[in-house]
């Protein structure tokens, strides 16, 4: 998990079957913003979480700076499990 998509600060791990909150997605859909389960908030590859195809659809677009623009996640409510088999630390 990163404090931004793409080269974002490295700020905690996701494990496989880990069931996380989604909160948002980047404008091209390839990064999500999630909570986990120690109340850890960043971004996540998209390709590392499966994640059903109308509830990615529905997630809200969210700035890359979001972390850094507000103290508090923005909200959010959908749930997703990372890949078994992938690794999610996205380094």
């Keep these: 998990m ?7 600060k490295p700020i ?4 496989a079957r880990e069931t996380v909150q989604l909160l948002g997605k980047n404008k091209a859909g390839t990064w999500y913003l999630i909570t986990d389960m120690r109340g850890v908030t960043g971004w996540v590859s998209a390709i590392l979480l499966k994640v ?3 509830v990615a659809a529905s997630l809200p677009v969210q700035p890359a700076n979001v972390l850094t623009a507000t ?3 923005p909200p959010g409510g959908s749930l997703a499990t990372p890949i ?3 690794p999610t ?3």
Aim: neutral net charge; charged residues 15%; proline residues 17%.
């Design 2 to 8: 990163r404090r931004s998509p793409i080269n974002g």
């Design 12 to 15: 905690d791990l996701v494990n």
């Design 52 to 54: 059903d195809s109308q």
């Design 71 to 73: 103290s508090t996640p």
């Design 84 to 86: 078994p088999g992938q």
């Design 89 to 91: 630390n996205t380094p």
